[in-house]
């Protein structure tokens, strides 16, 4: 990563964010921690080159809205500029399709990889390409499931469990369906 590089962290309502970025846009954004410190000390071990600072504008409104989705607010991240130049062209790929992924609906890794031409087997690489999201919420990845809507893998702090928490603010369940028919008991 080039020198250029920043970082800070923020409050929400459900703790502390960090995000850093360079000129180009947002590279990395961190789900919340429960202390400051901790949202500091990741941000420091994903971005080791970057310097603590104040956000430029764009930044300040990415804030804004991680703040608006975890106080439960809907809210769209689709026009937050990201910089991504240290992916490979298919993971960017994906995060452009796992981006249109609105509030409140889900789709699978498999879904995702039929999207981008591939076959079912590359399913893996989208499960891979989620896992090391460098901007959890911007891409939202809490959104991509594994196959029969199944919550898979969270690679944030707090994991399936966060994973979950994040789905249900928006509306999304993942318990399965009420019996629509009563056994007769014999």
């Known amino acids: ?3 250029a590089h920043c970082y800070t962290v923020f409050e929400t309502a459900a703790g502390w964010c960090g995000i850093g970025w360079s000129d180009a846009g947002v590279a990395r954004f961190h789900l919340p ?3 400051a410190a901790a949202a500091e000390r990741a941000m420091q071990r994903r971005m080791p080159v970057a310097a603590a600072g104040d956000p ?5 409104a990415a804030i804004s809205a991680a703040r608006r989705y975890f ?3 809907p809210t769209d991240f689709a026009d937050i500029v990201l910089d991504l130049d240290v992916e490979d062209d298919f ?3 994906v995060y452009a399709a796992a981006r249109a992924v609105g509030w409140g609906r889900t789709t699978t890794y498999g879904t995702l990889a039929k999207a ?3 076959g079912p087997e590359a399913a893996r690489d989208v499960g891979q390409a989620m896992a090391r999201n460098p901007v959890p919420l911007l891409i939202p990845c809490h959104r991509v499931l594994a196959a ?3 919550i898979g893998g969270f690679s944030a702090p707090g994991g399936s469990a966060a994973k979950q928490r994040m789905l249900a603010m928006e ?11 009563a056994s007769f008991g014999f």
């Open 91 to 93: 993971f960017r790929r």
């Open 116 to 118: 981008l031409g591939a």
């Open 33 to 35: 921690e429960k202390t």
């Open 171 to 181: 509306g999304v369940s993942l318990a399965p369906p009420p019996a629509r028919q």
């Open 56 to 60: 430029p504008p764009a930044v300040a």
């Open 148 to 150: 029969g809507g199944k």
């Open 1 to 3: 990563m080039p020198a």
């Open 71 to 73: 106080s439960g607010e």
